[in-house]
């Protein structure tokens, strides 16, 4: 069945690192668009970054932009969000995201996993 594993969520201090995996299975995961999506409380979930399935292509948020880089290794079938000079509005669930278009839309959610930003 599809799976979408994230992990390398925790709590850092404002101004780390912190890398996020999503371990992908199921599905043709080299012919998806992936995506990191997050949620904090109260707020609507956001797209945070999307990398197009050959890895050609990325576009972020405009929060996150030089601070965020999106990855995929199609042969490991992961997709990673790197995230360095972290804020404490950064704290949110993360998600990964596939979609993929064939006279209809395929969507795949992880579950996500925590990331906190806080001294």
């Known amino acids: 069945q599809v799976q979408l594993v994230e992990s390398g969520g925790g709590l850092v201090q404002p101004g780390g690192s912190l890398r996020l995996s999503c371990a992908a299975s199921?599905?043709?995961?080299?012919?998806?668009?992936m995506s990191w999506y997050r949620q904090a409380p109260g707020k609507e979930r956001e797209l945070v970054a999307r990398?197009?399935?050959?890895?050609?292509?990325?576009n972020y948020a405009d929060s996150v932009k030089g601070r965020f880089t999106i990855s995929r290794d199609n042969a490991k079938k992961m997709v990673y969000l790197q995230m360095n000079s972290l804020k404490p509005e950064d704290t949110a669930v993360y998600y990964c995201?596939?979609?993929?278009?064939?006279?209809?839309?395929?969507?795949?959610w992880g579950q996500g996993t925590q990331v906190t930003v806080s001294s």
């Open positions: 995201n596939a979609r993929y278009y064939s006279y209809q839309w395929y969507v795949y």
């Open positions: 199921g599905f043709t995961f080299s012919s998806y668009t």
């Open positions: 990398i197009t399935s050959a890895g050609g292509s990325t």
